[in-house]
């Protein structure tokens, strides 16, 4: 708009009057005020996505949208909001997310470990057990079980016992 | 499962979490294998995944530890399920009947579960509470003993 003003110039002083004295129409100013009005709004609205992107006020701001997404899911789908509906908010601010596949992984994991590693607290149990049992036929079934165990390990094979833990940060 | 404070599954869906556990017990079965004893209790069909109607078992408890969460399998085999008992006792009846109970339930067993026998007795609350207590007693750690100290023998600082 700026050079095809001053490109009015070129074909005379007449030329760039009768422009200068259209953009003093009042329908021009309005709609001129209304242009500004509308990129104030958009650089507004840039400005608040880098807030909710790059700051801690963020997660309160996208809060609030998630609140305000229950009351009026329609009004949410359109525009610059949109992001915010993609967007997984929490209470919490910057929530730890896990992702279902490392918990199904961990699961899986833990099931299989569960049933070849036997805790330390029970590898002691047989031991104090061992060094305990005075009766012939119980010290015979005790070393089979403790011999079942060895073997179990060493041929990463399962064991019957079945307990095991593990966390996940 | 013990969940900490400001964690999310997903997009924020309980559901998935629990879908999460029920496909891992599935791909372990399927992918090691391992023996499924999982049936349906009318048809006895078993769809040889460990998974079955309620079945994982999944107990879903929060934490105050920030983005920590915690998961302990605890695979239990039939032999164990099948020696379980449950007793509502009379509160005039007082600990000896406690007593009386754990030891007929242990001589009851005999030899038909798998060793190593490790016994969990729970104590108190509802029926379902109490078993899942017995549960919990049979996870912890082997000469550790109950944290209250008005059980019998027990040591506050023990876990």
């Keep these: 708009m700026h050079f095809l003003a001053l490109g009015t110039a070129l074909s005379g002083d007449a030329s760039l009057d009768g422009f200068l004295a259209w953009t003093d129409r009042p329908w021009v100013?309005?709609?001129?005020?209304?242009?500004?009005a509308l990129l104030a709004a958009h650089l507004t609205g840039g400005l608040r996505l880098l807030l909710i992107e790059f700051t801690r006020l963020a997660a309160?701001?996208?809060?609030?949208?998630?609140?305000?997404?229950?009351?009026?899911?329609?009004?949410?789908?359109?525009g610059i909001r949109a992001q915010f509906v993609l967007k997984p908010v929490s209470r919490y601010g910057n929530a730890m997310r896990i992702d279902?596949?490392?918990?199904?992984?961990?699961?899986?994991?833990?099931?299989?470990?569960?049933?070849?590693?036997?805790?330390p607290d029970v590898k002691r149990g047989f031991d104090a057990l061992a060094a305990k049992e005075t009766a012939p036929t119980a010290q015979n079934v005790l070393g089979t079980m403790i011999k079942n165990i060895s073997v179990a390990e060493a041929t990463d094979n399962l064991s019957a016992r079945t307990r095991e833990s593990r966390s996940t940060t | 499962m013990t969940i900490g404070r400001g964690v999310q599954f997903g997009d924020g869906d309980g559901t998935a979490l629990k879908t999460a556990i029920r496909k891992g017990c599935e791909r372990a079965t399927r992918e090691h294998p391992l023996r499924s004893s999982i049936?349906?209790?009318?048809?006895?069909?078993?769809?040889?995944?460990?998974?079955?109607?309620?079945?994982?078992?999944?107990?879903?408890?929060?934490?105050?530890?920030?983005?920590?969460?915690?998961?302990?399998?605890?695979?239990?085999g039939s032999g164990s399920e099948n020696n379980s008992w449950l007793k509502m006792?009379?509160?005039?009846?007082?600990?000896?009947?406690?007593?009386?109970?754990?030891?007929?339930?242990?001589?009851?067993?005999?030899?038909?579960?798998?060793?190593?026998?490790i016994i969990g007795v729970g104590i108190g609350g509802t029926a379902d509470l109490c078993v899942h207590l017995a549960k919990i007693a049979a996870t912890?750690?082997?000469?550790?003993?109950?944290?209250?100290?008005?059980?019998?023998?027990s040591r506050p600082s023990s876990r």
Aim: proline share 8%; hydrophobic share 40%.
């Design chain 2, 89 to 117: 006792a009379l509160p005039a009846e007082g600990v000896d009947a406690i007593k009386t109970f754990v030891v007929d339930c242990v001589l009851d067993a005999g030899g038909k579960t798998c060793p190593p026998t």
């Design chain 2, 140 to 153: 912890r750690a082997l000469a550790t003993q109950c944290s209250d100290p008005e059980a019998p023998g």
């Design chain 1, 100 to 119: 279902p596949k490392t918990i199904e992984n961990v699961a899986k994991e833990l099931y299989i470990r569960a049933l070849k590693i036997l805790p």
């Design chain 2, 39 to 76: 049936v349906h209790p009318l048809t006895r069909k078993n769809e040889h995944t460990s998974c079955g109607i309620g079945v994982p078992v999944i107990h879903i408890d929060h934490g105050d530890a920030a983005e920590g969460v915690k998961v302990e399998m605890i695979p239990k």
């Design chain 1, 29 to 36: 100013k309005a709609s001129e005020v209304a242009v500004v």
């Design chain 1, 60 to 78: 309160r701001i996208a809060g609030n949208v998630a609140r305000r997404r229950r009351r009026c899911r329609r009004v949410l789908r359109a």
